[in-house]
Nanobody, 125 residues
């Protein structure tokens, strides 16, 4: 069973950048679909980005062209580079792992079984 721990959240002004990291222990990311999922107060959870088999990535429309997901296999770490950030990106960000698929990873947060504790990201205007 994989355990996940996020780091790298914080506060940034609109237009700025942040990078989130999520270290995995107990198993390797290569056995899972991995993703970043965010939840803002009063809103539904949103799958922001995923990475799966063969490095296949998906992105929510709201972050396409601004956010980039990747894995550092040597460090067993999931990364999320967030650029050109907007106030609407403010949320708690979670890394999560779920069933590895042949195709793209799921865009539903319900398909992810293992979650980190979350890290807060705040973007001010």
């Amino acid at each position: 069973q994989v355990q996940l721990a996020e780091s790298g959240g914080g506060s940034v002004q609109a237009g700025g950048s942040l990078r989130l990291s999520c270290a995995a222990s107990g198993d390797t990311y290569s056995r899972y679909c991995a993703g970043w999922i965010r939840q803002a107060p009063g809103k539904e959870r949103e799958v922001v980005a995923t990475i799966g088999r063969y490095g296949l990535t998906t992105y929510a429309d709201s972050v396409k062209g601004r956010f980039y997901i990747s894995k550092d296999n040597a460090k067993n770490t999931l990364l999320l580079q967030m650029n050109s950030m907007k106030p609407e990106d403010t949320a708690m960000y979670y890394c999560a792992a779920g069933l590895l698929r042949l195709g793209p990873c799921s865009g539903s947060h319900r398909e992810y079984n293992f979650w980190g504790q979350g890290t807060q990201v705040t973007v001010s205007s």
